[in-house]
T-cell receptor, first 114, second 113 residues
């Protein structure tokens, strides 16, 4: 089946720095990708919809200047957490639907901000 | 507002016993419903999905779910649980296939031998 990868799988960064997370669709093209955030023992919450060739659509309450999303190509979307703070520590998951609208999830990226 | 409720945070069943995980949804239109399983270090895996047709849906790994519109429920079942089924299970609702999803809080399944 189709595969979505994320890189890195885990990252530790210092407060105030920025970190970039990549989401790639490995064997299909995705004009849309979704970014979710999962706090420990909680559900996945949609942060934004990444659109190839246009601006991302952010959910209410998500700071677009803090969580920068770039859909660089039909197989790559990146999420950059700018000026990270400890409260940004979380598990970030992306998903991408293929042409048949079958949706595939990445394995997630664990971000820890110290 | 769209929402999904999974009332059971944890469930423990004996290996070989039957399983039912509950899911209730609130959605303004006809919902697309999904069940996913999440194992540590792995991405969410789709177990089954439903939009229309037969209200009893068969999925992978021996799972099935029944859509009950009158109860706004989409409960997941398995007749005989295996130790490898221990994981976290998420119910989700969306506007269509391939669209963004609203997830329930998840149910952690523990299987005792």
């Amino acid at each position: 089946g189709a595969v979505v990868s994320q890189h890195p799988s885990w990252v530790i960064c210092k407060s105030g720095t920025s970190v970039k997370i990549e989401c790639r669709s490995l064997d299909f093209q995705a004009t849309t990708m979704f970014w979710y955030r999962q706090f420990p023992k909680q559900s996945l919450m949609l942060m934004a919809t990444s659109n190839e060739g246009s601006k991302a659509t952010y959910e209410q309450g998500v700071e677009k200047d803090k969580f920068l999303i770039n859909h660089a190509s039909l197989t790559l979307s990146t999420l950059t957490v700018t000026s990270a703070h400890p409260e940004d520590s979380s598990f970030y998951i992306c998903s991408a639907p293929d042409r048949g609208n079958e949706q595939y999830f990445g394995p997630g990226t664990r971000l820890t901000v110290t | 507002a769209q929402s999904v409720t999974q009332p059971d945070i944890h469930i423990t069943v004996s290996e070989g016993a039957s399983l039912e995980l509950r899911c209730n949804y609130s959605y303004g239109a006809t919902p697309y419903l999904f069940w996913y399983v999440q194992s540590p270090g792995q991405g969410l895996q789709l177990l089954l999905k439903y939009f229309s047709g037969d209200t009893l849906v068969q999925g992978i790994k021996g799972f099935e779910a029944e859509f009950k519109r009158s109860q706004s429920s989409f409960n997941l079942r398995k007749p005989s649980v295996h130790w490898s089924d221990a994981a976290e299970y998420f119910c989700a609702v969306g506007a269509r296939y391939g669209n963004k999803l609203v997830f329930g809080a998840g149910t952690i399944l523990r299987v005792k031998s």
